[in-house]
Protein backbone atom coordinates (compact mmCIF):
# COMPACT_ATOMS: atom_id res chain seq x y z
CA UNK A 1 0.00 0.00 0.00
CA UNK A 2 1.48 3.46 -0.63
CA UNK A 3 2.08 5.58 2.10
CA UNK A 4 -0.19 8.96 1.81
CA UNK A 5 1.88 12.30 0.68
CA UNK A 6 1.09 15.89 1.49
CA UNK A 7 0.75 18.20 -1.56
CA UNK A 8 2.49 21.42 -0.49
CA UNK A 9 2.01 24.63 -2.52
CA UNK A 10 4.66 26.75 -1.34
CA UNK A 11 3.95 30.96 -1.25
CA UNK A 12 6.15 33.93 -0.49
CA UNK A 13 5.41 35.91 2.27
CA UNK A 14 4.30 39.72 1.68
CA UNK A 15 6.53 41.36 -0.57
CA UNK A 16 5.78 45.45 -0.99
CA UNK A 17 9.09 45.66 -3.37
CA UNK A 18 8.37 45.07 -7.15
CA UNK A 19 12.29 45.14 -7.67
CA UNK A 20 11.83 42.07 -6.04
CA UNK A 21 8.70 40.50 -6.71
CA UNK A 22 9.56 38.27 -9.58
CA UNK A 23 12.60 37.33 -8.28
CA UNK A 24 11.64 35.73 -4.91
CA UNK A 25 8.47 34.08 -6.68
CA UNK A 26 11.29 32.78 -8.91
CA UNK A 27 13.71 31.72 -6.53
CA UNK A 28 10.65 29.38 -4.18
CA UNK A 29 9.44 28.03 -7.75
CA UNK A 30 12.73 27.02 -8.34
CA UNK A 31 13.39 25.21 -4.63
CA UNK A 32 9.83 24.35 -4.85
CA UNK A 33 10.46 22.45 -8.15
CA UNK A 34 13.61 20.83 -7.38
CA UNK A 35 12.44 19.22 -3.84
CA UNK A 36 9.38 17.88 -4.72
CA UNK A 37 6.68 20.37 -3.68
CA UNK A 38 3.45 20.14 -6.34
CA UNK A 39 4.21 24.06 -6.80
CA UNK A 40 3.60 27.63 -5.63
CA UNK A 41 0.88 29.77 -4.90
CA UNK A 42 0.34 32.57 -6.99
CA UNK A 43 -2.06 35.75 -5.44
CA UNK A 44 -4.73 37.61 -7.39
CA UNK A 45 -6.01 41.01 -6.57
CA UNK A 46 -5.88 44.46 -7.86
CA UNK A 47 -2.39 44.97 -5.82
CA UNK A 48 -0.95 41.96 -7.32
CA UNK A 49 2.42 42.73 -9.05
CA UNK A 50 2.18 40.28 -11.78
CA UNK A 51 -0.75 38.56 -13.08
CA UNK A 52 -0.82 35.50 -12.07
CA UNK A 53 -1.65 33.82 -15.33
CA UNK A 54 1.29 35.17 -16.54
CA UNK A 55 3.50 34.68 -13.87
CA UNK A 56 2.22 30.77 -13.72
CA UNK A 57 3.48 30.63 -17.60
CA UNK A 58 6.66 32.28 -16.73
CA UNK A 59 6.98 29.45 -13.62
CA UNK A 60 5.82 26.56 -16.18
CA UNK A 61 8.16 27.72 -18.96
CA UNK A 62 11.61 27.66 -16.37
CA UNK A 63 10.66 24.21 -14.00
CA UNK A 64 10.46 20.57 -15.26
CA UNK A 65 7.58 19.74 -13.04
CA UNK A 66 6.27 22.62 -11.16
CA UNK A 67 1.59 22.69 -11.65
CA UNK A 68 1.28 25.88 -10.21
CA UNK A 69 -2.09 27.07 -7.33
CA UNK A 70 -3.33 30.15 -9.31
CA UNK A 71 -5.89 31.80 -7.59
CA UNK A 72 -9.22 32.95 -9.66
CA UNK A 73 -11.68 35.02 -9.01
CA UNK A 74 -14.75 35.60 -11.09
CA UNK A 75 -14.57 39.27 -11.08
CA UNK A 76 -11.34 39.39 -13.56
CA UNK A 77 -12.50 36.91 -15.85
CA UNK A 78 -15.13 34.48 -17.63
CA UNK A 79 -15.22 31.02 -17.27
CA UNK A 80 -14.53 30.25 -20.42
CA UNK A 81 -11.35 32.75 -20.68
CA UNK A 82 -9.76 30.72 -17.39
CA UNK A 83 -10.79 27.35 -19.25
CA UNK A 84 -8.67 28.35 -22.34
CA UNK A 85 -5.63 29.02 -20.09
CA UNK A 86 -5.88 25.88 -18.84
CA UNK A 87 -6.16 23.68 -21.83
CA UNK A 88 -3.44 26.09 -23.47
CA UNK A 89 -0.76 25.04 -20.50
CA UNK A 90 -1.77 21.48 -20.78
CA UNK A 91 -1.16 21.48 -24.54
CA UNK A 92 2.51 23.66 -23.98
CA UNK A 93 3.55 21.94 -21.19
CA UNK A 94 1.56 18.61 -20.83
CA UNK A 95 0.90 19.43 -16.85
CA UNK A 96 -2.40 20.45 -15.09
CA UNK A 97 -2.53 23.40 -12.61
CA UNK A 98 -5.03 24.01 -9.50
CA UNK A 99 -7.05 26.85 -9.18
CA UNK A 100 -7.45 28.67 -6.14
CA UNK A 101 -11.15 29.73 -6.44
CA UNK A 102 -11.67 33.08 -4.17
CA UNK A 103 -14.18 36.13 -3.82
CA UNK A 104 -12.40 38.31 -2.13
CA UNK A 105 -10.29 41.17 -2.90
CA UNK A 106 -10.51 44.93 -0.94
CA UNK A 107 -13.97 46.16 -0.88
CA UNK A 108 -12.56 49.34 -2.44
CA UNK A 109 -10.98 47.15 -5.52
CA UNK A 110 -14.82 46.11 -5.79
CA UNK A 111 -16.21 49.40 -6.20
CA UNK A 112 -13.66 50.18 -8.76
CA UNK A 113 -14.36 47.43 -10.67
CA UNK A 114 -18.39 48.08 -10.05
CA UNK A 115 -18.88 44.87 -8.64
CA UNK A 116 -21.75 45.28 -6.27
CA UNK A 117 -22.67 41.66 -5.38
CA UNK A 118 -22.94 41.12 -1.87
CA UNK A 119 -20.90 38.72 -0.30
CA UNK A 120 -23.27 35.49 -0.86
CA UNK A 121 -23.96 36.13 -4.60
CA UNK A 122 -20.65 36.15 -5.14
CA UNK A 123 -20.03 32.62 -3.79
CA UNK A 124 -22.96 31.97 -6.09
CA UNK A 125 -20.79 33.38 -8.73
CA UNK A 126 -18.03 31.30 -7.94
CA UNK A 127 -19.77 27.79 -8.21
CA UNK A 128 -21.55 28.97 -11.56
CA UNK A 129 -17.94 29.65 -12.40
CA UNK A 130 -16.43 26.03 -11.55
CA UNK A 131 -19.19 24.39 -12.75
CA UNK A 132 -18.99 25.66 -16.39
CA UNK A 133 -15.38 25.78 -16.36
CA UNK A 134 -15.47 21.74 -15.60
CA UNK A 135 -18.18 21.35 -18.37
CA UNK A 136 -15.77 23.07 -20.91
CA UNK A 137 -12.96 21.22 -20.13
CA UNK A 138 -14.41 18.12 -19.90
CA UNK A 139 -17.46 17.94 -22.49
CA UNK A 140 -16.80 16.54 -26.42
CA UNK A 141 -19.41 18.39 -27.23
CA UNK A 142 -20.53 21.97 -27.25
CA UNK A 143 -21.87 23.42 -23.76
CA UNK A 144 -25.33 25.18 -22.67
CA UNK A 145 -25.45 26.15 -19.52
CA UNK A 146 -28.41 28.43 -17.50
CA UNK A 147 -26.90 30.59 -14.02
CA UNK A 148 -28.03 33.42 -11.96
CA UNK A 149 -24.39 34.96 -13.38
CA UNK A 150 -23.55 33.02 -16.73
CA UNK A 151 -25.13 31.59 -19.80
CA UNK A 152 -23.60 29.66 -22.35
CA UNK A 153 -25.44 28.61 -25.62
CA UNK A 154 -23.54 25.65 -27.72
CA UNK A 155 -20.26 27.10 -26.74
CA UNK A 156 -17.14 24.36 -27.02
CA UNK A 157 -13.72 24.44 -26.14
CA UNK A 158 -11.46 22.59 -28.06
CA UNK A 159 -9.54 20.04 -27.70
CA UNK A 160 -11.64 18.32 -24.66
CA UNK A 161 -8.67 17.59 -21.58
CA UNK A 162 -8.30 14.22 -20.66
CA UNK A 163 -8.84 13.34 -17.41
CA UNK A 164 -5.08 13.50 -15.81
CA UNK A 165 -4.89 17.24 -16.87
CA UNK A 166 -8.11 18.19 -15.24
CA UNK A 167 -7.32 21.06 -13.03
CA UNK A 168 -8.24 20.73 -8.98
CA UNK A 169 -9.94 23.33 -7.50
CA UNK A 170 -9.47 24.97 -4.34
CA UNK A 171 -11.93 27.03 -2.18
CA UNK A 172 -10.77 29.26 0.80
CA UNK A 173 -13.24 31.06 2.44
CA UNK A 174 -14.92 30.09 6.02
CA UNK A 175 -17.99 31.83 5.73
CA UNK A 176 -20.86 29.20 5.77
CA UNK A 177 -21.35 30.61 1.47
CA UNK A 178 -18.07 29.33 1.00
CA UNK A 179 -18.14 26.20 3.06
CA UNK A 180 -21.79 25.46 1.24
CA UNK A 181 -20.16 26.32 -2.55
CA UNK A 182 -17.32 23.79 -1.41
CA UNK A 183 -19.65 20.84 -0.53
CA UNK A 184 -21.91 21.74 -3.59
CA UNK A 185 -18.85 21.82 -6.38
CA UNK A 186 -16.93 19.38 -4.91
CA UNK A 187 -13.99 21.57 -4.52
CA UNK A 188 -11.47 20.78 -1.64
CA UNK A 189 -12.09 22.81 1.09
CA UNK A 190 -9.17 24.84 2.91
CA UNK A 191 -9.02 26.22 6.09
CA UNK A 192 -6.28 28.54 8.40
CA UNK A 193 -4.25 26.37 10.70
CA UNK A 194 -6.42 26.56 14.20
CA UNK A 195 -4.76 27.47 17.37
CA UNK A 196 -5.34 24.66 18.89
CA UNK A 197 -3.53 22.72 16.07
CA UNK A 198 -5.18 19.43 14.99
CA UNK A 199 -8.02 19.51 17.29
CA UNK A 200 -9.47 22.23 15.18
CA UNK A 201 -8.93 20.66 11.88
CA UNK A 202 -12.12 20.27 9.80
CA UNK A 203 -11.04 20.65 5.99
CA UNK A 204 -8.73 18.52 4.07
CA UNK A 205 -6.36 21.63 2.83
CA UNK A 206 -4.82 24.09 5.72
CA UNK A 207 -2.94 27.44 5.18
CA UNK A 208 -0.10 28.22 7.34
CA UNK A 209 3.35 28.75 7.72
CA UNK A 210 6.33 26.71 8.82
CA UNK A 211 9.70 28.35 11.02
CA UNK A 212 11.54 25.53 11.84
CA UNK A 213 15.02 24.67 13.60
CA UNK A 214 16.64 21.51 14.58
CA UNK A 215 15.86 22.68 18.38
CA UNK A 216 12.67 24.21 20.14
CA UNK A 217 14.28 27.39 21.48
CA UNK A 218 16.38 27.95 18.27
CA UNK A 219 13.12 28.25 15.98
CA UNK A 220 11.63 30.34 18.69
CA UNK A 221 14.46 32.71 19.07
CA UNK A 222 14.83 33.02 15.04
CA UNK A 223 11.01 33.21 14.30
CA UNK A 224 11.37 36.27 16.51
CA UNK A 225 13.84 37.89 14.90
CA UNK A 226 12.78 37.39 11.63
CA UNK A 227 9.16 38.58 12.43
CA UNK A 228 9.35 41.53 14.45
CA UNK A 229 6.64 43.70 16.11
CA UNK A 230 5.98 47.15 15.30
CA UNK A 231 3.04 49.41 15.83
CA UNK A 232 3.22 50.76 12.16
CA UNK A 233 2.58 47.26 10.98
CA UNK A 234 0.00 46.12 13.13
CA UNK A 235 -1.90 49.95 11.88
CA UNK A 236 -1.34 48.91 8.33
CA UNK A 237 -3.16 45.80 9.10
CA UNK A 238 -6.23 47.92 10.77
CA UNK A 239 -6.21 49.68 8.20
CA UNK A 240 -6.87 46.85 5.84
CA UNK A 241 -9.63 45.31 7.55
CA UNK A 242 -11.68 48.32 7.58
CA UNK A 243 -11.36 47.36 3.67
CA UNK A 244 -12.49 44.00 3.62
CA UNK A 245 -15.25 41.92 4.38
CA UNK A 246 -13.14 38.26 4.20
CA UNK A 247 -14.59 36.04 6.87
CA UNK A 248 -11.22 34.10 7.55
CA UNK A 249 -9.59 37.81 7.93
CA UNK A 250 -12.08 38.60 10.27
CA UNK A 251 -11.24 35.73 12.94
CA UNK A 252 -7.91 35.93 12.83
CA UNK A 253 -8.15 39.36 13.38
CA UNK A 254 -10.68 39.08 16.14
CA UNK A 255 -9.80 38.57 19.69
CA UNK A 256 -6.37 36.79 19.12
CA UNK A 257 -3.15 37.91 20.31
CA UNK A 258 0.56 37.51 18.80
CA UNK A 259 2.10 35.74 21.82
CA UNK A 260 3.62 32.35 20.38
CA UNK A 261 1.99 29.61 22.04
CA UNK A 262 3.24 26.72 23.99
CA UNK A 263 2.26 24.48 21.26
CA UNK A 264 4.05 26.45 18.47
CA UNK A 265 0.71 28.68 17.31
CA UNK A 266 2.18 32.37 16.16
CA UNK A 267 -0.35 34.87 14.72
CA UNK A 268 2.32 37.63 14.84
CA UNK A 269 3.28 37.47 11.14
CA UNK A 270 -0.35 37.72 10.39
CA UNK A 271 -1.10 40.84 12.52
CA UNK A 272 1.97 42.70 11.17
CA UNK A 273 0.79 42.35 8.04
CA UNK A 274 3.98 39.98 7.02
CA UNK A 275 2.22 36.93 5.98
CA UNK A 276 -1.86 36.06 5.15
CA UNK A 277 -1.43 33.06 7.85
CA UNK A 278 -0.54 31.94 10.95
CA UNK A 279 2.67 29.87 11.56
CA UNK A 280 3.83 26.66 13.10
CA UNK A 281 7.52 27.08 14.73
CA UNK A 282 9.20 24.33 16.48
CA UNK A 283 11.99 21.59 15.95
CA UNK A 284 11.80 19.70 12.65
CA UNK A 285 10.52 16.95 14.82
CA UNK A 286 8.08 18.51 16.34
CA UNK A 287 6.56 20.26 13.77
CA UNK A 288 6.79 17.21 11.70
CA UNK A 289 5.14 14.84 14.06
CA UNK A 290 2.00 17.24 13.86
CA UNK A 291 2.27 17.16 10.45
CA UNK A 292 1.62 13.54 10.71
CA UNK A 293 -1.37 14.30 13.31
CA UNK A 294 -2.55 16.31 10.26
CA UNK A 295 -2.48 13.64 8.08
CA UNK A 296 -4.25 11.31 10.40
CA UNK A 297 -7.23 13.82 10.39
CA UNK A 298 -7.30 13.92 6.56
CA UNK A 299 -5.47 16.81 6.04
CA UNK A 300 -4.09 16.46 1.90
CA UNK A 301 -3.16 19.47 0.66
CA UNK A 302 -1.33 22.76 2.26
CA UNK A 303 -0.65 26.36 1.49
CA UNK A 304 2.56 26.68 2.79
CA UNK A 305 3.70 30.57 3.55
CA UNK A 306 7.40 30.28 3.39
CA UNK A 307 10.33 33.47 3.62
CA UNK A 308 12.13 33.48 0.24
CA UNK A 309 15.73 32.46 1.54
CA UNK A 310 17.40 29.30 0.42
CA UNK A 311 18.42 28.57 4.58
CA UNK A 312 15.26 29.51 5.66
CA UNK A 313 13.43 27.03 2.89
CA UNK A 314 15.96 24.12 3.56
CA UNK A 315 14.77 24.45 7.14
CA UNK A 316 11.49 23.93 6.02
CA UNK A 317 12.14 20.93 3.96
CA UNK A 318 13.70 19.24 6.84
CA UNK A 319 10.52 20.08 8.63
CA UNK A 320 8.61 18.29 6.39
CA UNK A 321 10.75 15.73 6.14
CA UNK A 322 10.38 14.69 9.82
CA UNK A 323 7.00 14.07 8.61
CA UNK A 324 7.89 11.13 6.93
CA UNK A 325 4.48 12.35 4.29
CA UNK A 326 6.59 14.32 1.70
Known amino acids: M?????????????????????????????????NGFEGILLFE?????????????????????????????????????????????????????????????AVSDLQGLGDDQSHGDRYVRLGEFVALMRQLLASPRPVNFAGKFYRAANLQLRPRLTPGLMPEFLIA????AAQRIAGETGCIKMQMLPPDLENGLNAPGMNFGIFAREKRDE??????????????????LTLTMENTDSVWKRKLYEGQTADLHDNGYWLLPFLTFQADCPYLVGSYAEIGAKLKAFAAKGLTTVMLDMVSDEAEMQHVCKALAASGMF
Open 2 to 34: TQPRLRIFPAISRNRDPSKYVAELMRVAGFADR
Open 45 to 105: GNDVLVEPWAMAQHIMAQTERSSPLIAVNPVYMHPFTAAKFVSSFAQLYGRKVYLNMITGT
Open 173 to 176: GQSE
Open 219 to 236: ARRAAMQRFRDDSDSREL
